[in-house]
Every structure is written in C-alpha cells, then in structure tokens.
C-alpha cells in the first residue's frame, strides 16, 4: 500500500510539474515552449531514474520534485519575461516601435511579487509543518491567505486585461504578508530570529515589534504596486 501511494504521489507531483510548464510557457512561440517542455520533462525522467527502489525513495523523491518546483517559480517566470520580452523587442524593431522601459518596470514587478511569495509561501510550509512553531492560530491564517492573494495577483498579471487588478491585489497582500513573515521569523530559523533581535537591539525597540519593522518594505511595496496599476491600465489603449 505505502508502495503505491509513493508512486502515485509520485506520478501526481510530474503531473502538476508538468502543467506549471505548460501554464507559464503558453502564448509563447511552440518552439520556443516545446524546447523548455522537452527540457522539463527529460530532467524529471533522469532524476526518477536515478531512484532506487522502494516506497520510501519514491515518496522522497516526490517531495524532493516538489520542493525544487516550488523553489523554482521566480526562475521560471523570469525565464518566461524575457522570452516575452526578447519577441517583442523582435516585434517593435520591425515596426519601429519600443517600450522597454514598461517592460523593464513589467519584469521589476514580476520579480518583487514573485520573491514575496515565495518567502511567504515557504515561510507558511515552516511554520505550519513544525509542531514547535510559535504562532498563534491567527497568525498560521494570515500565513495561508496572504502567500494565496500574492500568488493569485501573479497569476492576474498573467493577461494584460487583468493586471491592474493583479497589481492592486498584490498592493493589498504586501503588508500583511511581510509582517506575517517577521513575525514568524523564530519558527522559520533560529539565526533569522537571532538576526532580528540584533536588528531590533540597535534600534533599541522590544521584540515585539519585528511585525511592524517587518511591514515597512511590505508598505514600500504596496505603493509601487498601487502607483503601477494606473500605467497597467492604460497599456491596453495603447496597444490597440
């Protein structure tokens, strides 16, 4: 029985791999995304064939998928921003057309919003895994929902329709993501932590505050979110 669960868990984990290609390569010339499909998919064959035996191989190896997957998401995205990039510098020099600076601003915002999410979403996998963490239950919802309305704004500003919205999402979800994430720093790593107490001793300010010191770059990046949506809104006009 653990035998087959590990390979289906296994086979579950390719799959959805293999569909986060899929979604982040679409729209993109077949080529162009049938080459990194192709890649996709020889690496994970590989690295099942390297696998020995067994259930507990198996099911290591579908967490050891998934954690690279995950960890991976900021790559893939900027891999697909500049190849989105690179087709339409391609498309302008031929009509003698340019807007690098709104696809400059375009890649500054995939990369800021995607590194949030990240961090938060490996800080909730940190915390919610540990029976040790010291959070409260408030605290693990905010860790759940704020990493998932991040996630949902990248997803957004996928389609040019939709990215001021994506981006007044994702100016919502800064603040209360940042300081959920100081204020988890303990449960996540004892050096953060200690690093925290550090920062906060110089300032001379009580531990209790790392959530709100937390929120400062999180309130910084809910302005740019916010200050972007109006030139997001007008691009479609542009274009057509």
Known sequence: MNERRSTIAHHLTTALILRWVAFYTRELPLDVAGERRDEIASDLYEQSMDVGPGAAARRLLAMSLAWRALRGIGADLAWRAT????????????????????ESATAVVLALATSLAVVGVLTAIRVLAS?????????????????????????????????????????????????????????????????????????????DKIGYIAAVPGAALALLFFAMAPRARAKPRTET
Do not use: C, K
Request: aromatic residues 6%; without cysteine; charged residues 10%.
């Open 83 to 102: 190849r989105i990039r690179d087709l339409r510098w391609v498309q302008r020099a031929s009509s003698g057309n340019g807007s690098r600076p709104h």
């Open 131 to 207: 029976p040790n963490a010291r959070s409260s239950e408030e605290l693990q919802l905010l860790l759940i929902v704020a990493p998932a309305a991040m996630l949902t704004g990248l997803a957004l500003f996928a389609r040019a329709t939709t990215r001021p919205a994506a981006l007044m999402v994702m100016a919502a979800a800064s603040v209360p993501l940042t300081w959920a994430v100081g204020v988890s720093l303990w449960s996540v790593s004892a050096t953060l932590g200690h690093a925290s107490m550090y920062v906060l001793g110089l300032m001379n300010l009580s531990v």
